[in-house]
C-alpha cells in the first residue's frame, strides 16, 4: 500500500472534502505590431503604481511585475 503525504507549503492552497486547488492569474500584455507603447519609465511606474492599487483594494497578491 502506497502511503502518500501532502505538505501545504503555500498558505494559497484551498482544500475541500474532494478537491485541492490554488487558483493564479498570468496576464500578459502585448501590443499590435510589438511597438514600445511603455517605453517612457514615467508611464512604467505610473502604471505600475495603478496595478498595485487596484490589487490591495481587492486583496490580490502580486507575485510578480
Not at 12 to 19: P, S, V
Not at 25 to 40: D, E, G, M, P, S
Request: overall charge neutral; charged content about 25%.
Amino acid at each position: 500500500m502506497t502511503k502518500y503525504e501532502f505538505r501545504n507549503d503555500e498558505p494559497d492552497i484551498i482544500h475541500g472534502r474532494g478537491y485541492v486547488y490554488n487558483l493564479n492569474y498570468h496576464i500578459v500584455w502585448c501590443t499590435k505590431y510589438h511597438n514600445q507603447a511603455l517605453a517612457n519609465p514615467i508611464i512604467v511606474d505610473s502604471l505600475k503604481d495603478k496595478i498595485l492599487q487596484i490589487c490591495r483594494e481587492n486583496e490580490y497578491t502580486v507575485k510578480a511585475l
